[in-house]
């Protein structure tokens, strides 16, 4: 098994590279999709965040009110480290337990957007950084996300800056250009990792 971590900066076009490889055969974990399962109706975590939060996080369906939620803590840095303390561990919890449920001879892709702030970058045997200027990234989520350009760079700013990930990679995919580009690179690393062995677990 070989797991390899996909992270970078939001709006850089993560999910974009992780589909790639996917295509290619790897078996995609996606971390945001891991976190919307946690958030469930009359859950432990929900009560929690309701006490940390106050109950005008819980809609009256009884599950957490994302979007309200994201408005607080991405414009208050106390308020986002709460909320990570709270949410953090059952989510990497959840994909670890998925991980070792997928068997062996697998390459298992990571799309993690806090690998490095949730200590992931440990677990995993390569790190794909991928990158793309700032004036993009506003563009890509102002159109995927239908968000105003303050909110995003707010959610950019809460993260790790990119060039201190970059430093960190071991590969780089440069998603500055067309999606061709983008899967050309990831195409290339798939054939250099596709040869290396599994590590070992860390």
């Not at 709006?11 to 995609?28: I, N």
């Not at 840095?77 to 959840?94: A, D, E, M, Y």
């Not at 992931?120 to 506003?138: C, G, R, T, W, Y």
């Amino acid at each position: 098994m070989i797991i390899i971590g996909v992270t970078g900066s939001f709006g850089t076009g993560k999910s974009f590279v992780s589909s790639v490889f996917a295509s290619l055969g790897a078996k995609v974990i996606d971390a945001d999709r891991v976190a919307g399962s946690v958030f469930k109706k009359g859950s432990v975590l929900n009560r929690e965040i309701a006490a940390a939060f106050g109950s005008k996080m819980i809609r009256p369906d009884g599950t957490i009110d994302r979007k309200r939620l994201a408005g607080m803590v991405f414009s208050d840095k106390l308020s986002l480290r709460r909320l990570n303390r709270l949410v953090h561990p059952g989510i990497i919890k959840k994909i670890k337990d998925i991980v070792r449920r997928s068997g062996r001879g697998k390459i298992i892709v990571i799309d993690a957007p806090l690998l490095f702030e949730t200590k992931l970058e440990n677990f995993v045997d390569h790190i794909v950084v991928v990158k793309a200027s700032l004036e993009k990234q506003v563009s890509r989520c102002g159109k995927k996300l239908c968000l105003k350009k303050a909110d995003i760079l707010k959610r950019v700013r809460s993260q790790m800056p990119l060039k201190k990930k970059i430093r960190r990679a071991d590969f780089i995919v440069d998603n500055n250009g067309t999606k061709a580009a983008a899967e050309k690179q990831v195409m290339k690393i798939w054939g250099e990792i596709s040869r290396t062995r599994r590590k070992g677990w860390k």
